[in-house]
């Protein structure tokens, strides 16, 4: 099946600081999607962004899909960023395939 | 806006008993899922519902697992005999277009 990494696993910042967030999947996809799971555990969704880019606020997210990989952008980083965030790809079917997540405490 | 909604955000119980988690999905959506992560690891598909069917499951979804669409609301799933590896946090998602929107989840943990 296809895989999905992301990278960096960890990620500490200062408040303010901006970042950016990888994932690389391994196949053709035809569905991208980016969450983000607060401390309670909820996903929330970010981003549907199979290709191009988009932006909601400080975030943004940009999709190359032919080179198979999306970056989540955070700028202005604050504590409620805190969480971690993943990627999460379809390829056949309708199922999703998560990525590992990359962990993010932002500290005041 | 609407949302997916879970019923029990936590539930307890002892190996071998059976549980059902509940879901009510987004109106109008047609597609169904169920996900789990257990604790410090990635989200996995378990099963995915269309049409009154399963219409994919994962390794992960076996015998012990099962999934009804009881009403035209809810969608259950239930876990027959459940296993000390069964505690995981539990998400529903439902699907319109192509966007999955999960519900908070039910947190299980099994003694």
């Known amino acids: 099946g296809i895989q999905v990494e992301q990278s960096p696993p960890d990620l500490i910042l200062q408040e303010g600081a901006n970042s950016t967030l990888r994932c690389n999947f391994s196949?053709?996809?035809?569905?991208l999607q980016w969450f983000h799971q607060n401390p309670w555990g909820q996903l929330i969704n970010l981003f549907y962004?199979?290709?191009g880019t988009k932006q909601n606020g400080r975030l943004s997210a940009t999709t190359v899909a032919t080179e198979r990989y999306s970056l989540l952008y955070i700028s202005s980083s604050q504590t409620t960023d805190s969480g971690v965030y993943f990627c999460?790809?379809?390829?056949?079917?309708?199922?999703?395939?998560f990525g590992g997540g990359t962990r993010v405490l932002v500290k005041p | 806006e609407p949302e997916v909604t879970q019923t029990p955000s936590h539930q307890v119980t002892q190996m071998g008993q059976e549980v059902i988690l509940r879901c009510v999905p987004i109106?109008?959506?047609?597609?169904f899922y169920w996900y789990r992560q257990i604790l410090g690891q990635k989200v996995e598909f378990l099963v995915s519902?269309?049409?009154?069917?399963?219409?994919?499951k994962s390794e992960i979804f076996d015998d012990q697992f099962s999934v009804e669409r009881p009403d035209g609301s809810n969608f259950t799933l239930k876990i027959r005999s459940t296993k000390l590896e069964d505690s995981a946090m539990y998400f529903c998602?439902?699907?319109?277009?192509?966007?999955?929107?999960f519900g908070p989840g039910t947190r299980l943990l099994v003694l």
């Open positions: 962004i199979p290709s």
């Open positions: 109106s109008n959506h047609l597609y």
């Open positions: 998602a439902s699907m319109m277009g192509e966007t999955q929107y």
């Open positions: 999460a790809v379809k390829a056949a079917g309708n199922k999703l395939t």
């Open positions: 196949d053709s996809v035809n569905n």
């Open positions: 519902f269309y049409n009154n069917e399963i219409s994919e």
